[in-house]
């Protein structure tokens, strides 16, 4: 099976823009989370998607959105970008049952 | 006071070595994932545990839920094994992972 997939992979965009990433789970997962990376906060959990429905919420301002599609495919949205923002975004996908996580390779934000 | 937290920040032990990480939490949790996190980023799930002990190869995770504690052993650690190992939990029965800082592993030949 094809792991878990993320567009693009690298990203450079300016403050004030907005931004679109993408995840692809593996076939058969439906649950999709996505977690934030930076240098000084570690990694923070985002959101998680479970059949288009969102079932968690970390402690992020609303500029971090997500949605995600019938097909278990998973985007999130960034408005507004600031000098913060920058970071390593990683989805993640599993089952239900068991819920070990399958992390997909990141996409690479820089805001200047 | 991160809710997750992991010990030693960083760790330096020679091919062949026995290494311990330690990862203590102060939440109710349903499981607990040990990961692994590479340069450049990737990262993949090494275990995840709720009772017990768990083995795979060299490495082995075990969990005292009353402790609140879980330990990462690495058996006869090798350069390849050298990483970050991360600790996480949930909490819920959904996947809303909170994390430890890490532990930087380096394996010397």
């Known amino acids: 099976k094809a792991g878990v997939t993320q567009t693009p992979r690298y990203l450079i965009k300016t403050r004030g823009q907005q931004v679109t990433l993408s995840c692809s789970p593996i076939s058969g997962h439906r649950s999709v989370s996505w977690y934030q990376q930076t240098p000084g906060q570690g990694l923070q959990f985002l959101f998680e998607?479970?059949?288009?429905?969102?079932?968690n919420k970390g402690n992020f301002p609303g500029r971090f959105s997500g949605r995600q599609f019938s097909n278990s495919r998973s985007e999130m949205n960034v408005s507004t970008l600031e000098l913060g923002d920058s970071a390593l975004y990683l989805c993640?996908?599993?089952?239900?049952?068991?819920?070990?996580?399958?992390f997909g390779p990141g996409t690479r934000l820089l805001v200047l | 006071k991160n809710e997750v937290e992991q010990s030693p920040q960083n760790l330096t032990a020679q091919e062949g070595e026995f290494i311990t990480i330690n990862c203590s939490y102060s939440v109710g949790i349903s499981a607990l994932h040990w990961l692994q996190q590479h340069p450049g980023g990737g990262i993949v799930s090494l275990f995840m545990l709720s009772s017990g002990k768990k083995k795979h190869g060299r490495l082995i995770a075990t969990i005292n839920i009353q402790e609140k504690h879980s330990s990462l052993h690495i058996t006869a650690s090798h350069p390849r094994d050298s990483a970050v190992y991360i600790c996480a939990v949930t909490a819920d029965s959904w996947g809303k992972l909170q994390f430890g800082a890490g532990t930087q592993v380096v394996v010397t030949p």
């Open positions: 993640a996908s599993s089952l239900v049952v068991p819920r070990t996580q399958y």
């Open positions: 998607y479970f059949s288009e429905t969102q079932r």
